[in-house]
């Protein structure tokens, strides 16, 4: 499962400093503790037979559940079954039935056997039923912001630019709501499914499709066929309106479901599927281990993606066009990710929830694996850099162990600590133990494991065998512990001894051992200096030195998940940023040198070098931090307007030359205007609105902002709002949604995000009102239980509804004016509760 992150914008709004926050994280309570699900019963083998009323939002579904008693003799089969109507529970043998007694309530379906059953003596149990998606009631999360397991999207067709599609969502445990099963991670079952459905679409479920049977009547009926175990909750249903772009890795048949309209970007968005498959089997020394691998795109999904075992489902955002393309794949890094599952979470599933890391923080790390071999490591550091920063920007993840049987809902594992922290103390844990012994491990972590689950002692146990070292002290801090080292760093020199001595201080209250590498920076040569911090609050290191080091830099490569307080003069920033080989210094140089761009000569020296960088993302920074006048820059920042080859530090040099207001550069923006890249095309329009206004309108509609990035949208919505360019309206939706906190972060976007608000309100646009609500609802558990922050959301939605009633009244037969009154009418509803 990858995270939906809703807006870059709005993560970092409801910190510590803006709110306070409920604590809902149970770590340090006593009395609670989340046991791995007892396994009365093993599951065997699942066969479902289903078809769909549209109308109802309800599916009609038979099931037969092979199974036996795991270990202890049962008479009894209970599975999960949540919202269902159940109108028969048979015992099926030799192709006759007999009814067996249960008892069906709050979501338990209870089955009498006929009789005492052993331990791998099978039975098939049949049950007919109604999915009810709709009578579920249980919640969502921040990872999965909705769990009723089975979605109809524009069902009954009535919403004209909206494909009829259908598809399920599994992780945690909301399988149950579509076929009753025993919806736990620690069970495993291969399964078949018959899917009938109208023949104008296709299907897709887990494993390969063995038939196709036309029914007449405009029916059809698809036969998916998965011969492999793997997890209930990995089971999937697509059913819409699909092009479907076949693609091969060896004799593995990889294929990318896409909306019609992105079917000639397909190849562009999914197109390295099958490198990263190569890369990923070379690298684990484990061949990718299912028949096939598909990737399809859902409307109004309810996460960023999942991993489905062979039939990956992606939020839409994932469909990008050509301009978006032409700046970046944004989502590459999530389809690496679901990849990586196929190993670490579908072959080798956490045997609970708890343990979640050895699915998440696996797949996590896949991104910075991919990227290294894709992109190099300067893309990949820069990538986990940003990470971890999210991780520890929310507040959220404080005090929370990695690996805890003490969390207050199973949907509460998917955070930042199980992700983006997990991933960067896998990161650790193979600089630690290098590549070779690192990779061999995992390798024989699966190998042990497969088709069954794992936890971090049996991660821990793999690389112990491999590597030969005890690896206890790591795993007691890192996965069974919280926190990370809070370091003050400083430095004395002793003429007399030649002696430099490093002072590394603790200064967070349960102490850490680690590996630190400190570069030493002498005559202008740096010498990498590695050693060992104890779990004291103090550590000294003395090292030889024929003067004062002109740089002492603590944690060179940003391996060590740390918070480093170490004082450095514009000179010295500018040195690490001059002879730092590693991305993390000289990123950090940068930021730290901002606020003295213009005001010392050292700072200016950093950044007219970084104008320069190779690694583009240095250049990007570099142009984000130059002051409003960048008067001694502009050659350097012209020359990137021109000619960079990325087109992202291309627009973002625009973006700096827009800001100049200086009417010379209107033809360079016009020709932007014509570029491919939306990057390019977005910046270039707020420079003509700076220059010469009167002719944005004319130019605002070339630039599809429907998949652009928050950064983009940001930098456009003063000018659509002003302008009032109406079909940019949808686009900048679901950043006005939170104009009441938007001061927070940018406080010059606070009033066009608030006017921006009201426009949407005295307009009869339905698709704008849509992508508002929809992304506060992917919000509303993100902002947890944050009174304040749902009560000013609450304000807000009620001032727009007052907005809306007024236009409906003006026009009291509009149907789409109803409809928007309904979204915002449920969403005040979702966030008065």
């Not at 270990?71 to 009814?99: C, H, Q, W």
């Not at 006929?114 to 039923?129: F, H, M, R, S």
């Not at 699915?359 to 991919?370: G, I, K, P, R, V």
């Not at 050693?531 to 004291?536: F, Q, R, S």
């Amino acid at each position: 499962m990858k995270k939906l992150l809703i807006a870059a914008l709005f993560l970092g709004l409801f910190s510590t400093d803006n709110f306070t926050f409920a604590q809902t994280e149970t770590s340090g309570r006593t009395g609670v503790y989340r046991a791995t699900h007892t396994k009365s019963t093993e599951l065997k083998h699942t066969k479902l037979r289903v078809n769909f009323n549209f109308e109802k939002e309800q599916m009609n579904g038979e099931a037969w559940i092979t199974a036996s008693p795991f270990f202890y003799a049962s008479n009894e089969l209970v599975l999960d079954a949540k919202g269902m109507i159940i109108n028969e529970v048979a015992l099926e043998k030799n192709g006759a039935r007999t009814p067996l007694k249960y008892d069906y309530k709050e979501d338990i379906l209870k089955i009498s056997l006929d009789k005492t059953y052993q331990k791998n003596q099978d039975y098939t149990v049949y049950i007919k039923y109604v999915a009810r998606p709709n009578e579920v009631k249980q919640k969502g999360s921040a990872a999965i912001n909705d769990a009723k397991g089975l979605y109809f999207i524009n069902a009954q067709g009535k919403d004209a630019d909206k494909p009829t599609q259908i598809w399920t969502q599994g992780e945690t445990e909301s399988s149950s709501c579509w076929f009753p099963t025993i919806d736990k991670p620690n069970q495993k079952t291969t399964q078949e499914i018959y899917m009938t459905v109208p023949k104008q679409y296709v299907t897709l479920s887990n494993g390969i499709l063995k038939s196709s049977e036309n029914l007449g009547e405009n029916l059809r009926t698809d036969h998916w066929v998965m011969d492999k175990k793997h997890a209930p909750y990995l089971f999937f249903m697509g059913v819409g309106e699909y092009a479907m772009i076949k693609d091969k890795w060896r004799n593995i048949d990889v294929d990318y479901y896409v909306e019609k309209e992105y079917e000639p970007y397909a190849k562009q968005i999914f197109g390295n599927t099958p490198e990263m498959i190569e890369f990923f089997s070379k690298k684990l020394n484990y061949d990718f281990p299912w028949h096939k691998y598909a990737q399809i795109v859902g409307r109004d999904y309810v996460s960023g993606a999942m991993e489905n075992t062979t039939a990956v489902i992606h939020e839409e955002s994932a469909q990008q066009k050509a301009g978006d393309l032409a700046d970046e794949n944004k989502w590459e890094d999530v389809i690496a990710h679901e990849l990586f599952h196929h190993w670490f979470g579908d072959l080798v599933t956490a045997e609970s929830w708890s343990n979640l890391t050895v699915n998440e923080s696996f797949a996590d790390y896949s991104e910075y694996l991919w990227n290294e071999y894709k992109y190099g490591k300067d893309e990949a550091d820069y990538k986990r850099l940003k990470s971890l920063r999210n991780s520890k920007a929310d507040p959220r993840n404080f005090g929370k162990d990695l690996v805890r049987f003490n969390y207050e809902s199973r949907e509460d594992m998917f955070d930042g600590v199980s992700y983006n922290k997990g991933g960067g103390i896998l990161h650790m844990l193979r600089n630690y133990l290098g590549d070779d012994a690192f990779f061999a491990g995992l390798s024989d972590y699966l190998k042990t494991n497969e088709y069954g689950t794992g936890e971090a002692h049996q991660l821990r146990l793999s690389l112990e065998k491999v590597s030969g070292k005890d690896l206890n002290w790591f795993f007691n801090q890192w996965y069974f512990g919280k926190g990370y080292p809070k370091l003050e760093v400083k430095s004395t020199f002793d003429p007399m001894k030649k002696q430099v001595t490093v002072n590394v201080a603790q200064t967070q209250e349960e102490k850490f051992e680690f590996p630190l590498s400190i570069d030493v920076l002498e005559n202008g040569k740096i010498s990498r200096k590695e050693v060992w911090v104890t779990a004291n609050a103090k550590n000294d290191f003395v090292f030889d030195a024929t003067k004062n080091p002109e740089l002492i830099n603590a944690n060179p490569e940003g391996l060590l998940l740390s918070d480093i307080k170490q004082d450095k003069t514009p000179e010295q920033l500018f040195l690490q940023y001059t002879t730092a080989k590693d991305l993390y210094s000289k990123y950090t140089a940068i930021e730290e040198a901002k606020d003295q761009v213009s005001k010392n000569p050292f700072a200016d020296k950093l950044y007219a070098a970084a104008l320069k960088d190779k690694f583009y993302r240095n250049r990007l920074l570099a142009l984000e931090g130059l002051p409003e006048d960048p008067k001694s820059f502009l050659a350097d920042v012209e020359k990137l307007a021109q000619n960079d080859d990325k087109n992202l530090v291309k627009g973002a040099a625009i973006g700096v030359l827009a800001k100049t207001k200086n009417p010379k550069y209107l033809p360079l923006f016009e020709k932007g205007i014509n570029a491919v890249s939306n990057s390019v095309k977005g910046n270039s329009l707020s420079g003509i609105a700076q220059v010469a206004p009167e002719k944005v309108v004319n130019y605002a509609e070339k630039i599809d902002l429907e998949s652009a990035s928050e950064d983009l949208v940001m930098t456009l919505l003063p000018v659509i709002v002003k302008n009032k360019i109406t079909a940019q309206m949808p686009n900048i939706a679901s950043l006005v949604a939170f104009y009441p906190f938007i001061g927070f972060q940018n406080p010059t976007l606070a009033a066009p995000a608030e006017e921006g608000f009201n426009w949407i309100m005295d307009s009869d646009n339905t698709k704008a009102v849509h992508n508002l609500t929809k992304v506060l609802g992917q919000a509303k558990s993100q902002i947890g239980d944050n009174v304040q922050a749902k009560m000013m959301i609450v304000q807000m939605l009620k001032k727009g509804l007052e907005r809306k009633m007024k236009l409906f009244r003006e026009n009291p037969s509009s149907t789409s004016l109803n409809t928007q009154i309904e979204m915002l009418n449920k969403a005040i509803t979702s966030y008065s509760n």
